[in-house]
């Protein structure tokens, strides 16, 4: 019938299908509705693919499909909609399954880091594990380290862990650096090694560079055209780093952030280091760095200075301050702004507070407390935040009422934590990685299991059925002739009665 239209009835005037068309392409999806009960005629223009299309791309749903892999763009922007409140009154309820990526070797847990659900973890045993959440079977391969200069003895702790897309990258105690391809198997692709511990690790979230800081010095490694590695830049920075950030989307040489006590330096590999920021006596207590700025905590001495402790958002083109947010008794021990939404960021503060600040404005949206130490981790996204304790809480709140919709206490600071639409990952990392008093002598390698730290996989997209999750001894059907006197349905609803 659809072929057959020529000319569609506009009101009084009769109007080509394609102008029609064009006419219903600035409604949404109510007013098609609407629409749709004028007429036969109108009921297929407002069900156009092309209309209902354009919706569901405006949506940011299927933004990887074309027109002709739905037949009923309709139904299809319905099922995602429909999906996409599951998943948000799962959250909600906290309604899913959580497991625990298990790796006890006997050894501490000392970083983990994770990108797209792929977890990436490192021990004091010198081991490094890779976690795919997004597969059921939870598949850990060991990545092999490079062999070392004695090539005997036990191998060293691993400082720090970073993974992205396609690389992983561990920096070991003894100063070593090794660099894994996911897509190539298990034996590290780059291997480099520093004379100091290694201070600080970095990894470009879409890219292949890795920065990494040891004594006094920053070095830039990155693959060249052909994937020979090569180090583009090394600078020597005057003070010791403590964070150390990559540049993501940034087309040719790295770039990178470091911030070493009271000095911000932007650090081109064609260029010479660039001091950001530098105020005397204002140490930089945490930094997190986006496409086009970078934010960082300042730390003052209270009653010393009339500034209070402050975050700064700089601009990496510019590098001009744009905006100053916070004003806070308590110094800032971490901030997220790559993950938050445009023109917001979200920090933690040693007061037992998560504050999220709108740049624009200059001003905290909200301030929540329900920490009973310093908070440590956090990310946002557009109505919930996620943050971790010292105290081994982990907290999800509700932006927009601001109140704490559940929480989760295991024994170890929450080190790291991140999620997306439907999973969320997190880490209690302990601080003490060689515990006294946990093993029968100094050489056994057994530590007991509340001192090595947990790595928790929560997954919101399980649609459980109200039977699901409960013991098969309380399903009984009460129809059986047989069994025990326990054997009776505990689930409620009632079963069949």
């Avoid at 996409?84 to 847990?109: D, F, I």
């Avoid at 090694?193 to 990894?203: F, P, T, Y």
């Avoid at 905590?297 to 958002?313: A, M, R, V, Y």
Wanted: hydrophobic content about 40%; overall charge negative; glycine content about 8%.
């Amino acid at each position: 019938f659809q072929n057959e239209i020529n000319e569609v009835p506009f009101f009084d005037v009769q109007l080509p299908y394609e102008l029609a068309l064009k006419i219903f392409q600035y409604l949404g999806k109510a007013e098609l509705g609407r629409c749709a009960q004028v007429s036969r005629t109108w009921k297929i223009l407002a069900e156009d693919e092309v209309l209902w299309y354009r919706l569901c791309q405006e949506e940011g749903y299927l933004l990887d499909m074309s027109i002709s892999d739905h037949s009923c763009w309709k139904l299809a922007l319905k099922n995602c909609r429909a999906r996409e409140h599951m998943l948000k009154t799962n959250w909600k309820n906290r309604v899913g399954a959580v497991s625990q990526l298990c790796y006890e070797p006997g050894r501490v847990l000392c970083d983990v880091h994770s990108c797209d659900g792929v977890v990436m973890a490192g021990y004091t045993s010198g081991e490094v594990r890779l976690w795919d959440t997004r597969a059921w079977d939870y598949a850990a391969p060991v990545l092999a380290a490079a062999a070392g200069p004695g090539g005997a003895g036990a191998p060293p702790h691993v400082s720090f862990v970073r993974i992205n897309s396609s690389l992983a990258v561990a920096a070991y105690e003894d100063g070593t650096v090794s660099v894994w391809s996911l897509l190539l198997g298990r034996e590290p692709i780059h291997h480099f090694q520093h004379n100091q511990r290694v201070q600080a690790l970095a990894l470009a979230p879409g890219g292949t560079a890795v920065a990494t800081a040891s004594g006094f010095e920053v070095r830039l490694e990155s693959p060249d055209d052909k994937g020979f590695w090569q180090t583009p830049a090394t600078f020597e920075i005057q003070k010791l780093v403590n964070f150390l950030n990559l540049v993501p989307d940034v087309t040719g040489s790295p770039v990178a952030v470091a911030a070493a006590e009271d000095v911000v330096y932007l650090l081109k590999a064609e260029d010479p280091g660039k001091v950001l920021h530098s105020v005397y006596g204002q140490p930089v207590t945490c930094l997190d760095v986006s496409a086009h700025e970078a934010a960082f905590g300042t730390k003052t001495f209270g009653w010393l200075l009339n500034e209070p402790n402050q975050i700064l958002l700089y601009n990496l083109e510019t590098n001009q301050c744009v905006s100053k947010v916070g004003n806070s008794l308590g110094e800032f021990s971490c901030v997220n702004l790559h993950n938050s939404p445009p023109n917001m960021l979200v920090a933690g503060n040693k007061d037992r507070r998560v504050r999220v600040f709108d740049v624009r404005r200059g001003a905290a949206v909200s301030s929540l407390c329900g920490h009973q130490l310093g908070v440590c981790a956090v990310q946002m996204d557009e109505w919930k935040v996620i943050s971790g304790g010292l105290e081994g809480l982990l907290c999800v709140w509700d932006l927009r009422m601001g109140t704490k919709l559940w929480e989760m206490h295991a024994r170890h600071p929450v080190r790291h934590v991140w999620f997306n639409s439907h999973s969320l990952i997190t880490a209690n990392i302990p601080e003490e990685k060689n515990p006294r008093g946990s093993s029968i002598t100094e050489d056994d390698p057994s530590v007991h299991r509340k001192y090595r730290g947990v790595i928790y996989c929560y997954e919101f997209s399980v649609e459980q059925q109200a039977a699901e999750g409960i013991l098969p001894i309380c399903r009984s059907s009460y129809d059986e002739v047989s069994g025990y006197s326990y054997n009776i349905g505990l689930a409620v609803p009632y079963d069949s009665i």
